[in-house]
């Protein structure tokens, strides 16, 4: 077939992908859709539906939904302690919105299961949160939070909480990304997107110098309309009470994933910023991954994933460097002295002017909860230990550590004169500063209820049970499992059976890569894209949620380098083979889902196992690809595919990367790519299989986050997936008149398949 035609083709197969309306394949599915939180459940069990997943009731953390167990606590308690608030999130299909429900509690009223005061729900139709980073001023009766409702952008809001009186703080023209307030609401730190007007009549004058843009940047300049666009890096402001906001001149780029935090007297704010021009003398420092992030080639001056903490003199609005030292990947915390003249950090280096070797080694090996000294920046090192600052405690003046991804204390410090010494006991037994302590509670069979717990004592009582209807659903079971990896090592993972099981029948297969907890109650799976466990269950087909390696420490050397995918696919064959050892899977009906970091490792699978796979769906992720290497260079690249992609290691890539071995790919492609340019990142995949006349589909979401958000993007990519696995493992179709034209594509990328099987394979060697 001429390139022209297929190129055609293939275009006419997107947009006609991308106008299946998004309404009619709500008629499909909202018959089936979960009721309300406040709702009667009815009595009948029916199966569980992608439209139960999306209308599910959430604990409101965006580090919790997506997948990460968050140390913030569930409520937030009011200065005097008398009250709290808990924040609850659900998708609403008809609105494509996400609503969220501010709900208060007296905690004098917590252990006989009160029903909670609404005070105010808020819409979101962007993928930022509609009520988040909520704050109590002093007067114990405001509530300070981020909020936006549909069309809006977000801001900072104020609530009282006694008359509902609702009102914004700020009127930024952007979407403000994080804040922090003073105790008395008089001063504002926020962070801001930055936007910059392009007007297409300069273009077509001058043209445009290409230095240091991405690709991301480029694409937006052929609107024939002046427009406005986001820029990657965000920028500081100032505001006094009833006054204009200021703006805070910065070097780096301030990051929103961890909000700035101001001293109580608001004198001071330390806040994070990826840097663009990284000091030489960084490459010292020993962790790996720190490594080669510093030693990314990039442009200088340009965003890095290299960050420091940042120090804000809001008296002379100046933003400097806290430390000359960068940050540890995980276990950014801060928090401030009563004084406000010292702030404790966690999660960094500490510069490399060591006064001895010792410490010197100690500084380049660890990374260090630390206390800064203000103004002077004279800095203590309290402890090497790996955790995070969750509190100093303004009464006893206890410094707080946490574990990563938990709130309980794990240890507790106390500085004498210009000592720190750690305090007796685990650290559980030293409790943070709430009198009560609130959990969500669940488990992969449990659904999330919200509990509370006495401090000192083992009483606990239900507070708020955030889905009453799954009573009405039909769920499908879940073990947890281990098996050996075809390569020796020990995986575990979690295995969803069909709600109505039958032991000895052989059922078909997906493999849902990228993570499982025994901790998490997940319908759809870790994360929202394209993953839908517990749907696919109720289609009579088994699915495996591949969890963490038993030995982190052997995946943590195979990561990055030649032997990470080979790794990876060995996990996906060992539990093909468990599971048919086991009589509960039909081998040659597997399917498997890659999604971010393991896209590259299914493709690997699809282009290097000898393990038949009867479809695959690839979720916006990384391809250890050419063109993404040239589109997104990276040093993550270079070290998968053993170099370069020139001279004597390209012999590697054509060997590797799964790009350069496409007509090895005997399975049917669903690809699905996110955001403005997102579609660059499966063009590789998308047109060569298309040329080589192999069965591909590819999705494109234009407004998608990479942890797809909107219910309508999450409706079209996991019902996809469900419809796509229903239809290559059991031929079965959705019987709905909206999904015929899906249906028709498929059929001809069938026919292509059925083509593609008599023609012959070279296949890697046994």
Not at 189 to 201: C, G, L, S, W
Not at 451 to 468: G, I, M, Q, S, T
Not at 653 to 682: H, I, M, Q
Request: proline share 7%.
């Amino acid at each position: 077939m001429p390139t022209d035609t297929v190129q055609t083709r293939r275009v006419s197969i997107r947009l006609k992908l991308l106008r299946l309306s998004v309404v009619s394949l709500l008629l499909c599915v909202l018959t089936a859709a979960s009721v309300g939180v406040d709702e009667a459940a009815p009595p009948a069990k029916r199966p569980v539906t992608v439209a139960d997943a999306i209308q599910m009731n959430h604990w409101s953390n965006g580090d919790y939904f997506l997948g990460a167990t968050s140390t913030d606590p569930v409520g937030l308690f009011s200065p005097d302690k008398r009250k709290f608030v808990v924040v609850t999130k659900r998708g609403n299909l008809e609105r494509n919105t996400v609503e969220y429900s501010l709900l208060l509690f007296q905690t004098a009223e917590a252990w006989h299961s009160p029903k909670p005061e609404r005070l105010i729900t808020m819409s979101s139709s962007s993928n930022r949160e509609g009520i988040t980073n909520l704050k109590w001023l002093d007067d114990n009766r405001t509530i300070v939070f981020l909020g936006e409702n549909p069309g809006e952008v977000s801001q900072v809001y104020g609530l009282d909480t006694q008359t509902k009186e609702l009102r914004t703080r700020t009127s930024h023209p952007t979407a403000i990304v994080a804040y922090d307030i003073t105790p008395d609401g008089r001063l504002i730190v926020y962070e801001a997107i930055r936007e910059e007007t392009v007007n297409p009549e300069d273009i077509r004058r001058n043209g445009v110098v290409i230095a240091a843009q991405g690709v991301e940047d480029l694409l937006v300049l052929s609107y024939a309309t002046p427009r406005k666009i986001e820029a990657q890096d965000r920028e500081v402001f100032l505001q006094m009470r009833d006054q204009p906001a200021v703006r805070i001149l910065s070097r780096g780029f301030p990051s929103e994933s961890s909000p700035p935090v101001l001293s109580p007297d608001g004198r001071y704010a330390v806040l994070v910023a990826n840097i663009g021009d990284i000091p030489t003398a960084w490459s010292k420092y020993e962790d790996k991954l720190l490594r080669t992030r510093i030693a990314e080639q990039r442009k200088t001056g340009i965003w890095s994933q290299v960050a420091q903490y940042m120090f804000l003199d809001t008296s002379s609005r100046e933003l400097s460097p806290l430390l000359d030292a960068p940050l540890f990947w995980k276990n950014h915390g801060i928090a401030w002295a009563k004084d406000s003249n010292s702030v404790a950090v966690s999660g960094t280096y500490l510069p490399l002017d060591a006064g001895s070797a010792d410490e010197l080694k100690a500084r380049q090996q660890h990374a260090f909860v630390a206390e800064v000294r203000i103004p002077d920046r004279e800095t203590f090192a309290i402890t090497s230990m790996d955790a995070k600052v969750l509190s100093w405690n303004k009464e006893s003046g206890r410094l707080m550590l946490g574990a990563r991804h938990q709130r309980v204390p794990v240890a507790a410090f106390k500085k004498t004169r210009s000592l720190w010494t750690q305090l007796p006991g685990s650290g559980e037994d030293s409790q943070l500063d709430d009198p009560l302590d609130l959990t969500v509670d669940e488990g992969f069979n449990t659904p999330p209820r919200i509990f509370v717990h006495a401090p000192n004592d083992h009483r606990e009582a239900l507070l708020l049970d955030l889905n009453p209807q799954f009573s009405a659903l039909n769920f499908g079971k879940v073990e947890v499992v281990t098996w050996n990896a075809t390569d020796g090592h020990v995986v575990s993972g979690g295995l969803y059976l069909p709600p109505d099981y039958t032991p000895g029948k052989r059922y078909p297969l997906v493999i849902q890569t990228h993570g499982f907890n025994k901790d998490r109650f997940w319908i759809d799976g870790p994360w929202s894209s394209a993953f839908a466990a517990q749907p696919l269950a109720a289609k009579d087909i088994v699915v495996l949620q591949v969890g963490s390696s038993l030995d982190p420490a052997e995946d943590a050397k195979a990561a990055q380098t030649l032997s990470e995918a080979p790794r990876q696919m060995s996990v996906y064959e060992g539990a093909i083979d468990y599971l048919d050892n086991r009589g509960l899977i039909d081998r040659n009906r597997v399917g498997i889902v890659g999604f971010s970091r393991t896209v590259f490792h299914v493709e690997y699978a699809l282009t290097h196992s000898m393990y038949h796979f009867a479809a695959a769906s690839l979720a916006d992720g990384i391809d250890g690809g050419y063109m993404n290497y040239l589109l997104w260079p990276t040093a993550d690249y270079v070290r998968v595919n053993g170099g370069l992609p020139v001279g004597p290691s390209l012999e590697l890539w054509l060997k590797n990367s799964p790009g350069f071995n496409l007509d090895k790919v005997a399975a049917p492609v669903r690809l699905e790519c996110y955001g403005p340019t997102g579609f660059l990142g499966g063009w590789q995949w998308s047109s060569g299989l298309s040329l080589l006349g192999k069965p591909v589909e590819f999705l494109w979401l234009p407004d998608g986050y990479h942890m797809l958000i909107k219910p309508w993007e999450r409706l079209v990519s996991q019902q996809g997936t469900v419809d796509w696995f229903s239809y290559w493992l059991q031929n079965v179709e959705d019987p709905v008149p909206a999904k015929q034209e899906q249906y028709t594509r498929w059929k001809e990328l069938r026919t292509k398949l059925n083509q593609d099987t008599q023609s012959p394979k070279t296949r890697p060697p046994q």
